[in-house]
Nanobody, 124 residues
Framework: QVQLVESGGGLVQPGGSLRLSCAAS????????MGWYRQAPGKQRELAAV???????NYADSVKGRFTISRDNAKNTVYLQMNSLKPEDTAVYYC??????????????????WGQGTQVTVSS
């Protein structure tokens, strides 16, 4: 089983910074795209940023220019550097990864993995 473990959330003042980390562990065959989603109270979960296995990032318009996603493939870890945080960034942030793995006797499959979520609160 492959698991995702997140760290780095917390309380920060507007304009401040936080760095989230998410490490995949267990019987890893191959991790494809990794990303961060967030869910604010009363709202649907939304994509914040995603990065391909080759390192190509994509961002939601709401975080472009403020957030930077990166990954260390050797450590199966993805990071989210969040700068110039705003109160509207307050949410539970979830790590996501696509686990590519053998399935059955001759096949492969891609499974969606989710972290447990980490709270980010931006408030003065």
């Amino acid at each position: 089983q492959v698991q995702l473990v997140e760290s780095g959330g917390g309380l920060v003042q507007p304009g401040g910074s936080l760095r989230l980390s998410c490490a995949a562990s267990g019987r890893i065959f191959s991790i494809h795209a990794m990303g961060w989603y967030r869910q604010a109270p009363g709202k649907q979960r939304e994509l914040a940023a995603v990065i391909s296995s080759g390192g190509n990032p994509n961002y939601a318009d709401s975080v472009k220019g403020r957030f930077t996603i990166s990954r260390d493939n050797a450590k199966n870890t993805v990071y989210l550097q969040m700068n110039s945080l705003k109160p509207e960034d307050t949410a539970v942030y979830y790590c996501h990864a696509e686990s590519f793995e053998p399935y059955g006797s001759t096949g492969y499959r891609t499974r969606d993995l989710w972290g447990q979520g980490t709270q980010v609160t931006v408030s003065s």
